[in-house]
């Protein structure tokens, strides 16, 4: 279903700059814009980092103008991917007033989701303000705050006269560089000083600590620098925020503050401890006590598990490019000779032809890839045209030719974006035309799913609302085939999935921006899972190749490792999966010492998960 994109459009400066910007400037400026972007019910908006709120809750007001940027197609799941991989670009300390600010991210976004950008009058402002004498007047200032601007400096007689002078008020540095690796020393922690927002931020975060002070303490002073480091190098497990009593009265009075440095912790908004004093060693520990109980280790976590751990992540791809001239051969003579492809659209997929050769040669010389460009303006359009030519049976060269295209990032972020769901609807034919329909084609569908998990975008479009229930039937329908090399990429295809959840389960929990946190593929954990783990359970039953077991195992320790609800890993024991391994080694099916290994640790999970959740029961 399409979902509708707006772009809400705020005026910061509540209509001063529209009546004071010609005299103060020089020129008309009829408001400092900020913007965010409304999708899925959610606004979205980068200020101290990547953030959202119910539309039009945020502390900008109301917007001035509400812009429709059309309807994407684009699965939840999948933009929420693309918000984690753009929360590395977008950091807080990474905020520039001029170069990346709030108007570049909803830009990037809108380009995303609708393929357009936000109206050129915002993005342009910074462009616009540094034109006029007295923004070159600033620019130095503004630079001097958040670094050097990439906008070129306007051609005018001012830039003959000396910088103006910087204030003092506007140091040239942040403070002592970082103790900690990894931790920016641009980045702060905050100073609360409304006690309606210090309780919103206690109550929607899993772990908060409040460090309450005041400019008058000498304790205060020496534990400060101490509290910032260990706050900000938590990262994401723990919200840090300080208190000037002096400053805030409110607060200190409704949090009883007798003393300071005085320091509270809050698990999941209620109180957890407090001390007071400048104890450096009693805030570690209380720290880690509080993190400890807001995130306590899975089960599994304390399990050895070295053959499992010694896994590789990485998903298994099908990434041959040597007999691209041989398959674009093979198409041809499949296309009909009547009512085919028009010059123009040969010439189109001669293109295609040369672009996978152009990059098969770079990655082999290593050299830069070509650009998605250079792909041509047709390519996506003229393969859907071919797939319509052609019957079931001769798909499988145009699938192989799709299979090499999703490699590029580019390319599989166009099919994660596809609205004409051309994924699902090769699943579907696989799956309808079962075990009697043509194996090369089956075979090809598979692989392009496995190929998929090379792009987190178009892996996690795979296992979206959207395509889930088609990727788990093809999973379903070809791990009991009777082609061994269709079970062997099924069981990759297992593996990958698997791979997928494993890493989205064991990323940081996120308490700093909850409207952001969680596992996009979260709600895989049940029926989903269960249905794949079942079927991948019964293919190991049935099974006698040791790769294709090794694949299933992996797998399965995949799906079950430290699952929260342990409703997987008690399935497969329900299945009977560790008395099924238990045969495959004494009959010497599994002899390999590291598959053999891998089955001992399976069996330890679902032993581990079991008795946990029989005890919580209990």
């Known amino acids: ?61 109301q917007p001035i103008e509400r812009i429709d940027m059309g309807t994407t197609e684009i699965p ?5 991917e693309f918000m984690d991989n753009m929360r590395e670009t977008y950091t807080a300390d990474a905020y520039h007033l001029l170069d990346n600010n709030c108007n570049n991210f909803s830009n990037d976004v809108c380009q995303f989701l609708v393929g357009k950008p936000i109206p050129s009058h915002i993005t342009s402002l910074p462009q616009d303000f540094l034109s006029t004498p007295f923004g070159q007047a ?6 001097n705050m958040f670094g050097p601007s990439r906008h070129a400096a306007s051609p005018s007689p001012f830039q003959q006269q000396a ?3 910087v204030p003092s008020q506007f140091p040239t540095h942040a403070g002592p560089p970082s103790l900690t ?54 990262g994401k497990q723990m919200m840090g925020v300080k208190v000037d009593v002096g400053m805030a009265q409110a607060i200190g009075k409704a949090f009883e503050i007798r003393s300071t440095p005085t320091f509270m912790f809050f698990l999941r908004g209620e109180k957890f401890s407090q001390f007071s004093g400048a104890n ?53 003579t499949f296309l009909p000779t009547e009512n085919g492809l028009s010059v123009t659209e040969v010439g189109q997929l001669d293109r295609i032809h040369a672009w996978i050769k152009k990059r098969d040669a770079a990655k082999k010389e290593k050299t830069p890839e070509p650009n998605l460009g250079e792909l041509g303006v047709t390519w996506k359009p003229l393969l859907g045209k071919i797939l319509g030519l052609l019957p079931y049976e001769n798909q499988f060269p145009l699938l192989d030719i799709l299979r090499m295209l999703i490699l590029h990032n580019r390319v599989a972020e166009v099919y994660a974006k596809d609205g004409n769901k051309t994924l699902v609807n090769l699943f579907d034919a696989v799956v309808e035309k079962g075990h009697d329909g043509s194996k090369p084609t089956a075979l090809m569908a598979l692989r392009i799913a496995c190929n998929a998990f090379s792009s987190p975008l178009l892996s996690t ?35 990958d999935i698997g791979a997928k959840i494993a890493q989205e389960r064991t990323k940081d929990k996120d308490t700093t921006t909850p409207s952001l946190a969680g596992n996009p593929l979260h709600d895989l954990e049940e029926d989903w899972n269960m249905e794949c783990l079942s079927a991948i359970a019964a293919a190991i039953d049935k099974e006698d190749s040791e790769e294709i077991l090794y694949r299933l195992i992996a797998s399965v320790a995949n799906f079950i ?25 004494q009959n010497k099916v599994i002899k390999g010492t590291k598959v053999v290994g891998l089955c001992r640790d399976v069996q330890e999970m679902i032993r581990t998960a079991v008795a946990e959740q029989a005890r919580s029961q209990a």
């Open 138 to 143: 600033m620019r130095p200032m503004i630079e």
């Open 561 to 585: 490792y430290k699952e929260e609800s342990y409703a997987g890993a008690v399935l497969v024991n329900i299945l009977g999966l560790p008395d099924t391994l238990n045969t495959k080694i």
């Open 1 to 61: 279903m399409a979902e509708k994109v707006t772009l809400f459009v705020y005026d910061l400066s509540q209509g001063m700059a529209r009546n004071m910007s010609l005299g103060l400037v020089g020129r008309q400026i009829d408001a400092i814009y900020h913007t965010s972007v409304v999708i899925f019910e959610r606004e979205f908006f980068y200020g101290q980092g990547i953030m959202s709120a119910i539309p039009g809750t945020t502390h900008h007001g």
């Open 181 to 234: 690796p990894g931790v920016s020393s641009t980045a702060t922690v905050p100073f609360i000083t409304d006690l309606s927002r210090l309780q919103n931020i206690i109550r929607n975060n899993t772990a908060t600590v409040v460090y309450f002070t005041s400019a008058t303490c000498p304790p205060c002073r020496v534990i400060a620098p101490i509290y910032d480091e260990l706050v900000l190098s938590k």
């Open 280 to 332: 450096q060693a009693e805030l570690r520990s209380s720290i880690d006590l509080l993190i400890y109980s807001a995130h306590p280790p899975h089960p599994h976590a304390l399990l050895s598990l070295n053959h499992f751990k010694e896994l590789s992540g990485t998903p298994i791809l099908f990434a041959s490019l040597d007999s691209v001239d041989a398959v674009f051969a093979k198409l041809k």
């Open 461 to 495: 479009y795979i296992l979206s609302s959207v395509t889930r229930d088609s990727t788990k039937q093809l999973l379903v329908n070809t791990l009991l085939s009777p082609v061994d090399q269709q079970r062997q990429t099924a069981a990759s295809l297992a593996f």
């Open 163 to 165: 910088p103006v002078p």
């Open 76 to 80: 939840q799941e999948v933009f929420m």
